[in-house]
């Protein structure tokens, strides 16, 4: 058998722009692409984290991510999340390529969140908000940053020294336009009014309570919360989701896995049936909404993945 060619992070960032790969996953759900069709994540309690595998196929190939989550690991000096990904060919399921999975998530976490962003934030987003100093955070500055000329970027984070690193990082980032990003911690009384005046909150933290008041997302904004993919944990309270249009990846995955949505709903405060889904607002059959927040909630799904893989299989 010929051995798979492997394709580094390096790689991974010089082959395919956050851009690119949002137009990628909006295409995949634009031509209708089923993500309910994914099998369940198997998760697995494993040192101090889980083992996650997340499989995936479609008529051109098949894939599988194997990754890690291990909270302790940024204290360490090592990522939170680490990975591989396998990309097998369709008919055969012969390995063909591998790839630093962690790259993959890194891409593909962002450009799925700027899919929502694309269809649920202001057409004009002055200032975001961004919880959250690791690499997700930057990424997904990255992935606004090229489709809204935001001028003013807030991130805040639990240590100040994190938050102002990434900060520095995501003021480099504009290139056509002037960009002021700041630092803030979680505990700073100027958190709550920069997202009060944001029209773009991002959570990207491992918190497992809510991060921001339920009352400070104004009417019309659009936050992304990313940061939790189990159902006991949330970022965002269930006052907040009572009163958004709420979206998710997929309703059968939500209903295991995004605890933002399940704690809503346990508590009274939202009604599945009123949860609409990703292709939902591709396809153009819910409208964002200008009257209360509109609320994404992602815990990232094996087809995302499969199609960032399947474009770095290209020569």
Not at 142 to 148: G, N, S, T, V
Not at 178 to 193: G, K, Y
Not at 259 to 285: K, P, Y
Not at 299 to 312: F, K, N, P, R, S
């Amino acid at each position: 058998m010929q051995q798979p060619r492997w394709v580094d992070a390096a790689t991974v960032r010089r082959s395919l722009s956050p851009d690119r790969a949002r137009r990628l996953i909006r295409r995949e759900l634009a031509d209708g692409l089923d993500p309910a069709a994914d099998p369940a994540r198997l998760a697995v309690p494993a040192g101090d984290g889980q083992l996650l595998v997340m499989p995936s196929t479609n008529r051109r190939a098949a894939g599988v991510k194997v990754l890690s989550v291990a909270p302790g690991n940024p204290a360490r000096g090592l990522d939170r999340i680490q990975a591989v990904y396998v990309l097998l060919d369709a008919d055969t399921l012969t390995p063909s390529v591998l790839v630093d999975g962690t790259a993959v998530t890194s891409l593909r976490t962002p450009a799925v969140s700027a899919v929502a962003i694309e269809a649920l934030a202001p057409a004009e987003v002055e200032s975001a908000v961004i919880f959250g100093s690791g690499p997700q955070a930057l990424g997904h500055a990255e992935a606004l940053l090229a489709i809204r000329h935001t001028s003013s970027v807030t991130v805040v984070g639990r240590r100040a020294e994190a938050a102002r690193s990434t900060a520095q990082r995501i003021s480099g980032l504009a290139s056509t336009h002037r960009l002021t990003a700041r630092a803030l911690t979680v505990d700073d009384p100027q958190v709550e009014a920069a997202v009060r005046e944001a029209q773009v909150v991002v959570t990207a933290t491992s918190a497992a309570t809510p991060v921001l008041g339920d009352d400070w997302v104004a009417d019309g904004a659009c936050v992304v919360a990313i940061g939790s993919h189990e159902p006991h944990r949330r970022e965002l309270g269930s006052a907040l989701l009572g009163r958004s249009l709420v979206v998710v990846e997929d309703l059968g995955t939500a209903h295991r896995e995004a605890g933002d949505v399940i704690l809503a709903a346990a508590q009274g405060a939202l009604d599945w049936d009123d949860v609409r889904t990703l292709q939902d607002v591709v396809l153009g059959r819910v409208a964002r909404a200008t009257d209360r927040p509109n609320v994404f909630k992602s815990v990232g799904m094996a087809w995302q993945d499969l199609v960032i893989a399947e474009q770095l299989a290209r020569p």
